[in-house]
């Protein structure tokens, strides 16, 4: 499956670093996803833009900065991390039309900080 | 809080046996849709329902919305080792939110 596509799909950083994370949908779709996923909490929503401006953000701390430049691309800015924030970042897209919310999620990007 | 509540958290049957996972809601629902996760893999949309007491099935999958709109279930007849994973349903609650439930992990034993 190569509609949705993050980039990297690993990444080690330390606390005092700065790194970005890369998503691309490749489906025509209208909206994009980030979800937090962790042993802790199987799916966590953290940003959601439709048509390209940011609709959801739930109470997300701001060491994470989305960034939604066109219907295409989603970046995730990271910055300060802590090791609490090590998971696997999911990046999913999907065309809102009138009752229709199907998601497809991309492979994730498996995040350690140390 | 959480609004989408799925149980059980965990199913082991051995091949062969049948499996259900529920979802519950505390407010009515748009619409629900189910999604499965392999291990190491990501999530996969199987299927959405819209309306009260809908039941669609897909090979040994059947699922079911409940006819209040609060809950539903997902029913595997005879598992297969094919079969393992998590099982994710999510709720449309409104204004296009969808909130995932915190999944059932199921295992089957060959």
């Known amino acids: ?114 | 809080g959480q609004q989408v509540m799925q149980i059980p958290q965990y199913q082991h049957v051995q091949e062969g046996e049948d499996f259900t996972t529920y979802c519950n809601s505390s407010t009515t629902l748009s619409n629900i849709q189910w999604y499965k996760q392999r291990p190491g893999g990501h999530p996969v949309f199987l299927i959405q329902l819209v309306k009260s007491g809908e039941v669609k099935k897909q090979k040994r999958l059947t699922f079911q919305f409940g006819e209040a709109k609060k809950n539903s279930s997902l029913h595997i007849t005879a598992t297969q080792t094919t079969d393992v994973g998590t099982y994710f349903c999510a709720g449309l609650l409104g204004a296009g939110k969808s909130t995932f439930g915190d999944g059932t992990t199921l295992t089957v034993k060959p």
């Open chain 1, 1 to 114: 499956e190569t509609g949705v596509t993050q980039t990297p799909r690993h990444l080690v950083m330390g606390m005092t670093n700065k790194k970005s994370l890369k998503c691309e949908q490749h489906l025509g779709h209208n909206a994009m996803y980030w979800y937090k996923q962790s042993a802790k909490k199987p799916l966590e929503l953290m940003f959601v833009y439709s048509l390209e401006e940011r609709v959801e953000n739930n109470s997300v701390p701001s060491r994470f900065s989305p960034e939604c430049p066109n219907s295409s691309h989603l970046f995730l800015h990271l910055h300060t991390l802590q090791p609490e924030d090590s998971a696997l970042y999911l990046c999913a897209s999907s065309q809102v039309l009138a009752g229709n919310y199907e998601q497809y999620f991309g492979p994730g990007t498996r995040l350690t900080v140390t």
